[in-house]
């Protein structure tokens, strides 16, 4: 069964930082890209942060380009976006995806997380 589950996400004041991961099982984590995806309420879901199967190949969206951080742990099954110097738009739920780096139409999304920048 596959599953990704992202924990990590909660309130926190502008200007703030917070970390999200998403844990995977049920597929072979090592050959899947990573992303993270985010999404407000009645708007489309915006990619933020891409990470290749060894973690070479990084880029992130222009609007959290020197704030964010993505980052994987092969051996964890994980990955991680530390997110510092918060805005208030940043709030949002934040999703992580897979995509398998042979097959790009097997994909997979996680449940999100909900995280909230507010004073």
């Known amino acids: 069964q596959v599953r990704l589950v992202e924990s990590g996400g909660g309130l926190v004041q502008p200007g703030g930082s917070l970390s999200v991961s998403c844990a995977a099982s049920g597929f072979t984590f090592s050959r899947n890209v990573m992303r993270w995806y985010r999404q407000a309420p009645g708007k489309a879901r915006g990619w933020v942060a891409s990470i290749s199967e060894t973690g070479s190949r990084i880029t992130y969206a222009d609007s959290v380009k020197g704030r964010f951080t993505i980052s994987r742990d092969n051996a964890k099954n994980t990955v991680y976006l530390q997110m510092n110097s918060l805005k208030t738009e940043d709030t949002d739920v934040y999703f992580c995806?897979?995509?398998?780096?042979?097959?790009?139409?097997?994909?997979?999304w996680g449940q999100g997380t909900q995280v909230t920048v507010s004073s």
């Open positions: 995806y897979a995509q398998d780096g042979t097959t790009p139409t097997i994909y997979y």
